[in-house]
């Protein structure tokens, strides 16, 4: 048991095991219990994000300039 890792030493020597069989089952069933804890802990491995297409800066159909504002009358006079 000196050669295991602390984290599976430390779970066995609790079971007080007889002989190296069960020595070695016991460190092959924490082991597994380990890795089942590990997927759940890490997080999923971090994926390039998706390169998505720069805004380009279009001029404005109309310009600025060209739009005339009206007035609430000029509007309601179109309107009718």
Known sequence: MGGLKAEISDGIQMFKPNSLKE???LTRMRNEQLARQWQFIRPPPMRAP???PQPTCVAPATPVAL???LSW???Q???A
Request: no cysteine; charged share 40%.
């Open 77 to 79: 006079r179109k309107r």
């Open 50 to 52: 998706l390169a998505l």
């Open 23 to 25: 020595t070695i089952n």
């Open 67 to 69: 739009v005339k504002h």
């Open 73 to 75: 009358e000029e509007m």
